[in-house]
């Protein structure tokens, strides 16, 4: 055990944070951290916008389901996924990757290269006594967030980070048992699964009756059940295909 594996393993989602306001030298190593994660055959397929501006921070509140701390944090980072450099860097060189950027494989590559950044940022600012939270609900209306941050085609934003000092101490969410997520060889049998995923169910119901006092019992099990039964935000395909990405 080492203080940077002490780091992740303390990781909780803060939703509170004092009044502070990063200065600009933390914004770029944060940044710089962000950039030294790996990246696919190079591609850097993601951009950071930093939005500063407290009007356009509230308008994102209004589309991340008045989630007030998308305004009420010391910084606020949105990742995209971003192909639009490369469209310019093939005009420079006289080529064209218009077919390349509007495949599958395009999309899955951008928002693994953009998830990778992004966790590099979440464990700097962690190792440097601030909380963080990731805010995927501004996928619940991409094109508005586009509009907003005036994205360029090939550019999707994909979800936000809010860093900040934090104002509470909220308990760690129980993980999946390690050999839910884990499997040596060959994928658990699902007799095996089960049983876990019923301990499971008991283990976090426990946490949230104890959080909540009482008032909130369901498990993850169930939590998913509910949360999964109907498809969300089932608009993007149609907003990929607007900004050219992932049109095969």
Same mark, same amino acid.
């Given at each position: ?40 055959? !190079? ?31 010391? !910084? ?130 426990? !946490? ?26 089932? !608009? ?13």
């Amino acid at each position: 055990m080492n203080e940077t594996i002490q780091h992740l393993l303390n990781h909780r989602s803060i939703r509170k944070f004092k009044q502070h306001q990063l200065d600009e030298e933390t914004i770029e190593t944060l940044i710089k951290a962000a950039q030294a994660a790996s990246t696919s055959s !190079y591609q850097q397929a993601y951009a950071i916008i930093g939005v500063e501006d407290e009007g356009l921070k509230r308008q994102l509140v209004d589309v991340a389901s008045g989630q007030r701390y998308v305004a009420e944090n010391s !910084y606020f980072f949105v990742f995209c996924m971003d192909y639009h450099k490369h469209t310019l860097a093939a005009e420079l060189a006289g080529g064209d990757v218009s077919r390349t950027i509007e495949t599958t494989e395009a999309l899955v590559v951008g928002a693994v290269d953009a998830g990778l950044a992004a966790q590099n940022l979440v464990v700097a600012a962690e190792s440097l006594g601030y909380g963080t939270v990731y805010i995927g609900s501004l996928r619940n209306d991409a094109r508005r967030v586009s509009e907003l941050l005036q994205l360029p085609d090939h550019v999707v934003p994909l979800f936000g980070v809010a860093v900040g000092l934090p104002d509470q101490q909220p308990g760690k969410k129980p993980r999946l048992p390690m050999d839910a997520v884990f499997h040596r060889n060959t994928y658990t049998d699902d007799d095996t699964m089960r049983e876990l995923l019923t301990g499971y169910e008991e283990s976090t119901s426990s !946490y949230y009756g104890e959080r909540t006092g009482g008032q909130r019992t369901e498990g993850w099990v169930k939590q998913m059940a509910a949360s999964m039964h109907e498809p969300k935000r089932t !608009y993007l395909r149609e907003f990929l295909k607007e900004k050219q990405i992932a049109k095969d």
